[in-house]
């Protein structure tokens, strides 16, 4: 019988190597994330595999998975941990090997494959690993599946059938790559900086871009699981800045960045100016409700006010939904909707039939980037970002909060707003015309301006990002305000990056 994991076992010892360590808190919203060696140990990989393995059973899942790792020192370790617990559940294991994100997903359609486990700690520090599961495509699991997969493994509750079995699928990033670039050539040239941190999708960025007809300039494509420069996350300032740099160097049309698993793009436009996720999704929602008037988008709560208010889109007649932060919330509510694309400000986008398959792919977004400037040729990517109307926005902010903590901070922090907004408070002299809550809450002054406060889905952080459609004054007072509000909580900690 598989022993219960312990919450904490000291390295380098008898107990750490012969018996299991889970932290509970690695189970997330829709995904798994640990400190490994921490928080995790191998023989917790292998329990996280029972779990999963016995979840598919009960879920009346066809025993069968797509697996991968990125590009971590540690991560086919972890992979192969996590594939002994599947095969001890008696699940079929196809492993395709070091891939990014959107290869997994793909590959649950391609090998006919119902589940996904991906290894992934996409663009978290190292020392961080995690995975991402799904068992029903193109989705993967929010709460309640990630809540009854905690239950499993931390009871080691598993059902051991045995049976299970293990493939090598030989070169599958070719049939990814075959399949992505199977569609017609850009019809005008374009130079473009393709970043990449040193992470995964290194291997792939410029052979991909390159055979839709651009002209790729690599930067940080080598792979170093070190990441010597700067992590690989788009919503890093420090990689959005190095690709500015590259822009204006080269004279490059665009700048896309891509995170450390390969499912997020970020850009920088030709004058070297970064573009926030969100509002690159309001440029693509402006491209295909013209084409497709009418169309439904959904969107996080982090995203601009745009979605709403921007006349191109009101008079495309598009449909926007705000919605719950996070892959796995926005997927799911694309799919419920049908609509033709899900868009985070993170930079995850979520492209339905006929430009997607539902998932978040990097390489995807990137393309409907290219797509909509090759059918723009007058206009360069400053001239669409210039045609928006002006808001003045943060990038995403995160103070230190301890997982254990950091959702009754956010409760309290509702609690502050909800009492502010019933005794008539303003902020800033203007009243509070409402509060959104569906994740965190997002405070909205009389004038458009707004703050949100969520607490991080994946880290021990909180998430904060604000807005103004007046000025950069107004945007830096409601900041001052959501912070000021915060800071009454001594759990908060310090940001990773602010203004």
Request: proline fraction near 5%; include cysteine.
């Amino acid at each position: 019988m598989f022993p219960k994991p312990a919450a904490t076992l000291t390295p380098n010892t008898y107990a750490y190597e012969s018996s299991p360590m889970v932290k509970a808190t690695g189970f997330r919203e829709y995904d798994a994330r640990w400190l490994f060696e921490k928080e995790i140990n191998l023989m917790g990989v292998q329990a996280l595999g029972m779990g999963l393995g016995t979840l598919l059973h009960e879920m009346g899942v066809k025993p069968e998975i797509v697996t991968g790792h990125d590009f971590r020192s540690y991560s086919a370790s972890i992979k192969m941990a996590l594939v002994t617990g599947l095969m001890a559940a008696g699940v079929k294991v196809h492993d395709i090997g070091l891939c990014t994100t959107p290869m997994t997903y793909f590959g649950q359609f391609e090998l006919d494959v119902p589940a996904v486990a991906m290894v992934t700690a996409s663009h978290n520090d190292n020392g961080w690993t995690g995975v991402k599961m799904g068992a029903a495509r193109p989705l993967t699991f929010g709460p309640d599946e990630m809540g009854r997969l905690k239950e499993i493994v931390l009871e080691a509750a598993f059902d051991l059938k045995g049976g299970g079995s293990y493939c090598f699928v030989e070169n599958f990033p070719e049939r990814y790559i075959a399949d992505l670039t199977n569609r017609p050539k850009l019809k005008h040239p374009i130079k473009v900086v393709a970043a990449c941190g040193n992470g995964t999708a290194g291997a792939f960025a410029e052979r991909i871009l390159s055979a839709i007809g651009a002209d790729v300039v690599p930067l940080d494509c080598e792979l170093d699981h070190s990441f010597p420069r700067y992590n690989p996350n788009p919503e890093d300032m420090k990689m959005l800045h190095a690709i500015a740099e590259m822009v204006r160097e080269t004279g490059a049309a665009v700048g896309l960045g891509f995170d450390g698993d390969g499912d997020r793009c970020g850009v920088v436009d030709n004058t070297g100016e970064e573009i926030f996720a969100d509002k690159v999704g309001v440029m693509l929602a402006r491209d295909i409700s013209r084409l497709n008037p009418g169309a439904q988008f959904v969107v996080d709560v982090k995203s601009t006010g745009l979605f709403l208010t921007d006349p191109v889109l009101i008079a495309n007649g598009a449909k926007t939904d705000y919605w719950k932060t996070g892959h796995s919330y926005i997927k799911r509510r694309v799919n419920e909707l049908n609509a033709m694309v899900g868009f985070e400000k993170s930079g995850h986008y979520f492209f339905n039939a006929p430009i997607g398959r539902g998932y978040d792919d990097g390489f995807v977004s990137a393309f409907a980037i290219l797509d909509m400037l090759d059918r723009n040729p007058d206009k360069s990517m400053a001239d669409l970002r210039n045609d928006l109307p002006k808001t003045w926005g943060t990038p995403t902010m995160s103070p230190h909060c301890d997982d254990e903590k950091k959702y009754d901070v956010v409760d309290k922090v509702v609690a502050r707003f909800k009492s502010m907004q019933e005794k008539g408070e303003k902020i800033d002299g203007q009243p509070i015309v409402d509060l959104i809550t569906v994740n965190g809450v997002r405070v909205v002054a009389e004038d458009g301006t707004w703050g949100l406060v969520r607490a991080s889905s994946n880290k021990p952080e909180l998430v904060v990002v604000v807005e103004s459609p007046v000025s950069e004054a107004r945007m830096r007072a409601m900041f001052k305000i959501v912070d000021t509000v915060l800071r009454e909580n001594e759990e908060v900690g310090d940001y990773n990056q602010s203004i």
